[in-house]
């Protein structure tokens, strides 16, 4: 089977000159984990390491860039899943895990528990030997400034991927530093099973990004898996999402990827932009500007 992967960057509107450098960003995370499923990875290797390359640049709310909340530190939360055990491992309110991701699929593949929050998680990470860093070195001159401005102007970059490997698996990641400015503690959609991602390898898999509030009360990625199980092909099952989550949580603000069992990708968004980049079956790379 021809592998595929599909990233976003967020669902939200962010400068026009951010454009060019998020989408090389993008096409880089996305050449990574197509190599990665080209040399016989499977796609958690692929969409794990395409989300690291993510959480390292700055551009994005995601490890290293991510917004400072209220009391101005930084806060991660991410997931990853397999769609074949149809199983997840996530984290939340993390602060000093480099590679929030990284966590949460430690926390599926090496404890018998799913959700790991705050001071555990990070305690957790020691334990795993993952790397740490301290919080402020998370913090963007960026960012910090929007701290300093108090500018609540939205979520916006998130980032996540989607991949399905040549053994017909699929797999599905997001991470996030959650909203600027949010209330310490606060967690959205990013690491919840079936709204932050889902993925079951006998259908689809999603990842979502944008207002965290609305995509938890819409269960956006498992709505979008179920188009595909309904018959939908990932770009329909995309947009039914969103139709979904636009009807009923106007102005909703949100945005998603999605890949289907047989390599299709699809992405839609309610937002006034999304970042996305993907590589087809047929190994083409595409980084088009979306913005509705
Ligand atoms: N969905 C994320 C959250 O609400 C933010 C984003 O996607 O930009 O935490």
């Known amino acids: 089977m021809p592998p595929a992967i ?53 551009l994005f709310d995601a490890g290293i860039g991510s917004h400072l909340n209220a009391d101005g530190i930084v806060e991660m939360d991410a997931i990853i899943v397999d769609g074949t055990a149809l199983d997840f491992g ?22 018998p528990h799913k959700l790991f929050v705050g001071a555990g998680a990070d305690a957790l990470a020691a334990k795993l030997g993952l790397e740490l860093m301290p919080n402020i070195a998370f913090v963007t001159p960026h960012e910090w400034q929007r ?9 916006s970059d998130t980032v996540g991927a989607c991949a399905l490997d040549a053994q017909g698996h699929l797999a599905a990641a997001t991470s996030t530093g959650g909203s ?7 967690v959205g959609d990013s690491p919840i099973f079936g709204a932050g991602a889902y993925a079951d390898s006998a259908f689809g898999a999603a990842s979502a990004t944008g207002l965290g509030e609305n995509i938890l009360r819409a269960l956006l990625c498992k709505h979008a898996v179920d188009q595909i199980a309904a018959g939908q092909d990932a770009q329909a099952a995309a947009d039914a999402a969103i139709t979904h989550i636009e009807r009923r949580f106007r102005p909703s603000m949100a945005g998603l990827i999605t890949i289907d069992q047989q390599g299709r990708l699809g ?9 996305v980049a993907y590589i087809d079956a047929n190994g083409h790379l595409h980084a088009p500007e979306h913005r509705r």
């Not at 701290?147 to 979520?155: C, I, R």
């Not at 992405?267 to 970042?275: C, G, L, Q, V």
């Open 90 to 111: 996530a984290v939340a309110g993390v602060q000093r895990v480099r590679y929030p991701v990284s966590l949460a699929r430690q926390v599926m593949q090496r404890t």
């Open 6 to 58: 599909i990233v976003h960057g967020g669902a939200w509107d962010w400068p026009d000159a951010e454009d060019a450098p998020k989408t090389e960003y993008l096409r880089q995370a996305a050449r990574a984990g197509y190599a990665v499923l080209c040399s016989g990875g499977s796609a958690l290797d692929a969409v794990e390491k395409a989300v690291n390359i993510l959480e390292d640049a700055p």
């Open 180 to 186: 600027p400015l949010k209330m310490p503690g606060r």
């Open 267 to 275: 992405f839609a968004h309610s937002s006034p932009k999304i970042a």
């Open 147 to 155: 701290f300093l401005d108090k500018d609540t102007s939205g979520p």
